[in-house]
């Protein structure tokens, strides 16, 4: 079956130079498309795909497909920081700087004053770890507060809701319900960090990207085409823990 995927999807007129793959996945029910942080193009199919429909479901998608690579492509090399007094991190928008204090007994990552405090950490990257998990903390707070609503408000309800390291994904929702969302998330205003919980309760109802998964979106947020743009021009620049 994927290989007469293969050769239907073949024959579509991709810009040159694309790289592409079909994955055939049974839990899917339609086909998706990912994007990889790379710009290649991930075609995630149920078992029982019709190459005719598939094909001609992503002929009708390539433009926002091809502008989606080259967003990807044209991307700014990951951040990376020093963990040294004044640097600055994002939290929910707003700017801190960072502040190395000594370590010992009830020292915490934490806010105060403006500032984000830092016990000193053995290595560097000891020092990232303790960042992200401080992240990570304050991301399963502050979407425990608002995911319950937005649930509701779409008709659906998630298994759970967590916060981690997903590498280059923003967000993920898995067949069994549980809505991921990476921990550099919780760097963006407060409305962009809905607009990532929102995109992944919406997978609850359809697990593609399509015109249904948009007008889904839309029915969440009205102004959710703005987010996104929005989202897209500041996600480059969100730390994910790489430290020099």
Known sequence: MSTSIRQAIAGLPFPEGWHWRVEVRPRRRTLGIEVTAEGEVVFAVPTDADPVAVASAVRSRLPRLAAEVHRRRARPAEPVKELVGGSSFAYLGRRYRLRPVPDGPGARVRLIAGWLELPA???????????ARWYEDR??????????????????????????????????????????VHWAVMQLPASLVEFVLVHELCHLKDSGHGREFRRQMSLALSDFEQRETWFEKEEPFLWRGAIR
């Open 139 to 180: 991301g399963r707070g502050w979407l425990a507060s608002r995911a319950p609503a937005v649930a509701l408000r779409l008709g659906v309800q998630p298994a759970e809701v967590a916060v981690q390291d997903l590498g280059h994904r923003w967000g993920a929702c898995t067949p069994g319900g549980v809505i991921r």
């Open 121 to 131: 950490p053995a290595t560097p990257g000891a020092g990232a770890e303790a960042l």
